[in-house]
């Protein structure tokens, strides 16, 4: 049975790289993303594999229902949540809508992607969920003078990187494997859909991103961070969150106990 992988926002950027490499490396492909004429140039371009084009908003109900449909039914070996949208900026900024958007897109709509892959990959005893989230997920400690608020934002990558690892450890034993992914700044269209120029910036190349993804697949990395060269600092941080839920007690901290 060939390989099969559905990637997420396949029409640029992150996406298009995961499509790119997965149907060089022979995975047949079902795309997905809003922009259909760039969906149809990326099948185009990959003639030696099978690509199906699917046009879906998952900023939408019906679109994630599409898709989760896709997913629950198609022999998926590998489902690649990597779909964003650029609303990148401080809460009090952000409308109702686009936070809305925010929301649906990053978090409800790869949980429900998800959710709807795994009991086939399970019975076939194979498969690899790969979230897209970025290291924003792990600057909430980060002071105001350091970098400005992004809550919205951060807080749907945090969420990811949390279900990835923990449904990675729920499926520990199964053959399906988990990974969530967290680049730093990308070189793709995502700042200049907000209008910023980074074009002095230094930025990792998507194919890079994807690079690091499949290889930290490779060396069983359930967290990989492309940027990131001493990847003993994310140990500690996964040690210090593990020490401080392992010392939670029944008894009110004594700092919060009145004199």
């Known amino acids: 049975m060939s390989e099969l992988a559905l990637v997420t926002g396949a029409s640029s950027g992150i996406g298009k790289a995961y499509a790119e490499r997965l149907g060089a490396d022979g995975h047949d492909l079902i795309v997905v993303g809003r922009r259909k004429d760039r969906l149809d140039e990326l099948a185009a371009s990959l003639p030696e594999v099978t690509v199906q084009v ?31 949208v650029a609303h990148y ?6 409308s109702a809508q686009q936070a809305r958007e925010l929301v649906h897109v990053k978090v409800l ?20 969920i790969i979230n897209v989230a970025g290291m924003i997920a ?10 400005p608020r992004r809550a919205v934002y951060a807080g749907t990558l945090a969420h990811t990187v949390a279900m ?34 980074l074009s002095t910036v230094p930025r990792m ?15 069983g990395e359930v967290l990989a961070a492309p940027g ?7 140990d500690a941080v996964f040690a210090a969150d593990l020490a401080a ?13 009145t004199k």
């Open 164 to 197: 990835s690892q923990t449904l990675s450890a729920e499926l520990e034993g199964t053959g399906v494997r988990v990974q969530v992914v967290c680049p730093g700044v990308v070189a793709t269209e995502f700042h200049t859909v907000q209008g910023m120029d």
């Open 138 to 147: 792990f600057s909430g400690p980060a002071p105001s003078s350091l970098m």
């Open 89 to 94: 900026m401080p809460i009090s900024e952000l």
């Open 245 to 257: 839920f392992g010392a939670q007690s029944p008894t009110l901290a004594q700092r919060y106990q």
């Open 54 to 84: 699917v046009a879906a908003d998952l900023s939408t109900d019906d679109g994630v229902d599409t898709v989760a449909e896709l997913c629950a039914s198609q022999p998926l070996t590998m489902l690649v949540n990597n779909a964003g």
């Open 228 to 234: 990131v060269g001493d990847y003993n600092l994310l």
């Open 109 to 128: 709509a790869p949980t429900m992607l998800t959710r709807a892959a795994v009991p086939g990959m399970l019975s076939r005893g194979t498969g690899t």
């Open 205 to 219: 190349t998507a194919e890079d991103v994807v690079n690091g993804s499949l290889r930290g697949l490779e060396l």
